[in-house]
Nanobody, 127 residues
Framework: QVQLVESGGGEVQPGGSLRLSCAAS????????MGWFRQAPGKEREFVAT????????DYADSVKGRFTISRDNAKNTAYLQMNRLTPEDTAVYYC????????????????????WGQGTQVTVSS
């Protein structure tokens, strides 16, 4: 049904910024909650940030809070992740995901609660 495609990844120096986009096709993101997750080599996929359909509620992992901002433009059927002050520890493949489930904030951190996933976009932070 809904297809998600991430873009905007690349290589950046420590302290730099990137803006990731997640575009939906084959359906809309109407009534979905969105999440960004990442997976570094040798590690499991981990929660980064989530946002509700209305954009009224956001949640961030402690490791990115204050540096990353999740947002969405429902008219464009797109979600975003603005990443600032990047560090080498942020290096990973970043995935966006969507769910139509109505989960409490903490449960929106769970990978297993998402129905749709993108293919991922590589973010590499190095000097």
């Amino acid at each position: 049904q809904v297809q998600l495609v991430e873009s905007g990844g690349g290589e950046v120096q420590p302290g730099g910024s990137l803006r990731l986009s997640c575009a939906a096709s084959g359906g809309t993101l109407t009534n979905t909650n969105m999440g960004w997750f990442r997976q570094a080599p040798g590690k499991e996929r981990e929660f980064v940030a989530t946002i509700t359909w209305s954009g009224g509620s956001t949640d961030y992992a402690d490791s990115v809070k204050g540096r990353f901002t999740i947002s969405r433009d429902n008219a464009k059927n797109t979600a975003y992740l603005q990443m600032n002050r990047l560090t080498p520890e942020d290096t990973a493949v970043y995935y966006c995901a969507a769910t139509r489930g109505l989960y409490l904030t903490i449960r929106r951190r769970y990978v297993g609660n998402y129905d749709y996933w993108g293919q991922g976009t590589q973010v590499t932070v190095s000097s």
